[in-house]
């Protein structure tokens, strides 16, 4: 039985100190020698999860956006990009404005570049944070106090803020054709939530369904722990989430395992391919 493995990062993957440690880089380099395909499907673009997977062999295309697109590691290059129509963008914007939230906006300029928007006249506390982390990657370029440009190709617009307004909009967008939503908490601080705003059909969960097939996979395994990871295993052939997931993600899940920082992804990932393989 040919399986696909299909990890969240971030509280999932990664550990407390959100990088790949090297026992989980071992073990998936390891597994993905010996034939086992691994990958991930995160919120991240190219310019960090690149980074973040350099010592780890993954042979899979990389489900990046929330599903908007899959990054193939060897090539460099995305593929399968969903773009957002210009009417749905105008109406993302009249309601992102009107309940305060001025997004990031995720523009694909190249096979491998995307340009980053951010109209508002000031970056808030987290907003600061998140560009300052990524303002100097390579695969992706800032442009603050602009408006996107209204020939753009556009990925992905994704907001931060209170949960408060953030979950407003969110139900106000989910009424517009055209769009798919993701909507989630922060992992670390329950103040801040945050919004990605996609083409009709985007998801992690349609992603998986794509990738099985792209790969030939008979089974496919997800690893989860936050809100946007339950569509994508409820898909799965076995869900599994990770010991520190919120409750509601534990709820839906065929298994549970250790937490995130103890290596428990590839942990398991050793453990299942070792008795698929018998």
Request: proline fraction near 3%; include cysteine; aromatic fraction near 8%.
């Amino acid at each position: 039985m040919k399986t696909l493995y299909v990890s969240d990062m971030d509280g999932t993957l990664l550990g407390r100190d959100s990088k790949v440690s090297e026992v989980t880089a071992g073990i998936i380099s390891r597994l993905t020698a010996e034939g086992a395909l691994i990958t991930v499907a995160t919120a991240r673009t190219p310019a960090t999860v690149v980074p973040l997977l350099s010592s780890t062999l993954t042979e899979p295309p990389a489900i990046v956006m929330t599903g908007a697109a899959l990054w193939d590691r060897r090539g460099a290059c995305y593929s399968n990009v969903h773009f957002i129509g210009d009417k749905e963008r105008a109406d993302i914007m009249a309601v992102c404005h009107r309940f305060g939230l001025h997004p990031f906006v995720y523009v694909q300029t190249g096979e491998c570049m995307l340009g980053v928007y951010h109209d508002g006249d000031r970056l808030s506390e987290a907003e600061n944070a998140f560009y300052s982390d990524r303002a100097n990657l390579e695969l992706k370029r800032f442009f603050l106090k602009q408006r996107v440009p209204d020939d753009s190709r556009t990925v992905l617009w994704y907001a931060m803020g209170d949960p408060a307004a953030i979950f407003a909009a969110a139900e106000e967008l989910r009424s517009v054709d055209g769009l798919s939503l993701s909507c989630y908490y922060d992992i670390f601080d329950r103040s801040l939530a945050h919004l990605e705003i996609f083409s009709a059909g985007v998801s992690k969960a349609s992603a998986v369904v794509g990738l099985k097939s792209l790969v030939g996979a008979d089974r496919v395994v997800v690893f989860g722990d936050n809100l946007n990871d339950i569509p994508m295993m409820e898909v799965a052939d076995c869900a599994v989430a990770v010991g520190n997931a919120f409750d509601e993600v534990k709820a839906v899940a065929d298994r549970v395992i250790g937490p995130n920082y103890e290596d428990s992804v590839a942990r398991f990932i050793a453990e299942d391919f070792a008795l698929q393989s018998e």
